[in-house]
């Protein structure tokens, strides 16, 4: 009993950064994240939030870490002015985010990380496929109204997304309209 006690307390103590340890400090990494998006002034105060929040990165980092990784490597891409720096850290970063896809294929979060990600880049590049499958996997996810990981108010914002992305058909428009913003 003793030696699984200590095994443990070892193993919580070197997995502390797998998973944010409030959801205080993941909404603060959010907040970081949707102002690295608009002003690239705001790309090292994301980077310190992600690693304070998940560790560096690494592929066995939990798949809400990953995802996000690989949001801060298409940032890189968005801000870059090299059109070749632009691709390839834009491919990197989509690469990365489906490696946390394939941990967590059903995570509402890391597929809306995605499809946010895909939903401002031209076709022309590719990423159709993803797309549709994302919109779909989201408003899937939505449907099911579990707010154990997102609570309501951040789902809303999702459904608020899907809605003006104009990338799910009518029917699912109109539930996600009942649903969240009546």
């Keep these: 009993m003793r030696i699984l006690v200590i095994t443990l307390v070892i193993l919580l103590f070197f997995s502390n950064r797998a998973f944010p340890n409030t959801s205080k400090e993941l909404e603060e990494l959010r907040l970081s994240f949707y102002s690295a998006i608009e002003d690239d002034d705001n790309m090292q105060n994301f980077k310190a939030k992600l690693t304070t929040t998940f560790g560096e990165y690494s592929p066995k980092t939990y798949p809400l870490g990953i995802a996000y990784w690989g949001v801060f490597q298409t940032l890189i891409a968005k801000h870059s002015f090299n059109p070749y720096t632009k691709l390839k850290e834009l491919k990197n970063g989509l690469e990365t985010i489906q490696q946390a896809i394939n941990k967590d294929e059903?995570?509402?979060?890391?597929?809306?990380?995605?499809?946010?990600v895909l939903h401002h880049i031209p076709d022309f590049l590719g990423y159709k496929d993803e797309k549709k499958e994302d919109a779909k996997k989201i408003t899937e996810l939505l449907k099911n109204q579990d707010y154990s990981l997102?609570?309501?108010?951040?789902?809303?914002?999702?459904?608020?997304?899907?809605?003006?992305?104009k990338r799910i058909d009518k029917d699912n428009i109109q539930k996600l309209t009942d649903m969240f913003l009546k």
Excluded: C, T
């Design 106 to 116: 059903n995570n509402l979060e890391i597929r809306f990380l995605r499809f946010s």
């Design 150 to 165: 997102l609570d309501f108010k951040f789902q809303k914002g999702i459904a608020e997304f899907m809605i003006k992305s």
